[in-house]
T-cell receptor, first 114, second 112 residues
């Protein structure tokens, strides 16, 4: 049972374009939704995160949109750059449980063409 | 500023051999985790340790054991390696709550 579904699997965007990655979750106890960025040969690193008490969070060119009723959230990368080419993972957790274990989506491989 | 350090970075094992993956963090984090990453599968939790002295199973614990040696170190042991355990293994650590998990650089394990 996949608790966090991520789409698309891969994405090609032209430089300057908008990259959009979508995720949906099933467990209503999830209360923290981070996005991780991973470059080849490296470990994932936190990009941006949101809690469901807000519908949007923006940090520079990266924005998370959150729809609690639909149990969906998405990552928007504005003015995409070749340096953004990486694999992106959405994740969810329930810190109120006392544990901060992350449930990850399957990942989206983003390629930004010059 | 090392963060999370994993050793070794690469390993090739024969089926049936055993090995221990080491992980250490220098951020004074309470919680530590072991994930495996397989193509098209994302990262799946193997085991975690919410605090020193406690360990719990994650989504895919079969074939693995863990030891939380102290607050800094959390090791993952494969007692009898199988080809299905070929994967990239990541250790991570965090404080509890709505905070960032920090990942190591990974161990690429091949079982032949």
């Amino acid at each position: 049972q996949q608790q966090v579904k991520q789409s698309p699997q891969s994405l090609i965007v032209q430089k300057g374009g908008i990259s959009i990655i979508n995720c949906a979750y099933e467990n209503t106890a999830f209360d923290y939704f981070p996005w991780y960025q991973q470059f080849p040969g490296k470990g994932p690193a936190l990009l941006i995160a949101i809690r469901p008490d807000v519908s949007e969070k923006k940090e520079g060119r990266f924005t998370i949109s959150f729809n609690k009723s639909a149990k969906q959230f998405s990552l928007h990368i504005m003015d995409s750059q070749p340096g953004d080419s990486a694999t992106y993972f959405c994740a969810a957790s329930n810190p109120n449980s006392g544990y901060s274990t992350l449930t990850f989506g399957k990942g989206t491989m983003l390629l930004v063409s010059p | 500023n090392a963060g999370v350090t994993q050793t070794p970075k690469f390993q090739v094992l024969k089926t049936g051999q055993s090995m221990t993956l080491q992980c250490a963090q220098d951020m004074n984090h309470n919680s530590m985790y072991w994930y495996r990453q397989d193509p098209g599968m994302g990262l799946r939790l193997i085991y975690y340790s919410a605090s020193e002295g406690t360990t719990d199973k994650g989504e895919v614990p079969n074939g693995y054991n863990v030891s939380r040696l102290n607050k800094r170190e959390f090791s993952l042991r494969l007692e009898s390696a199988a080809p299905s355990q070929t994967s990239v293994y990541f250790c991570a650590s965090s404080v509890r709550g709505y905070t960032e998990a920090f990942f190591g650089q990974g161990t690429r394990l091949t079982v032949v």
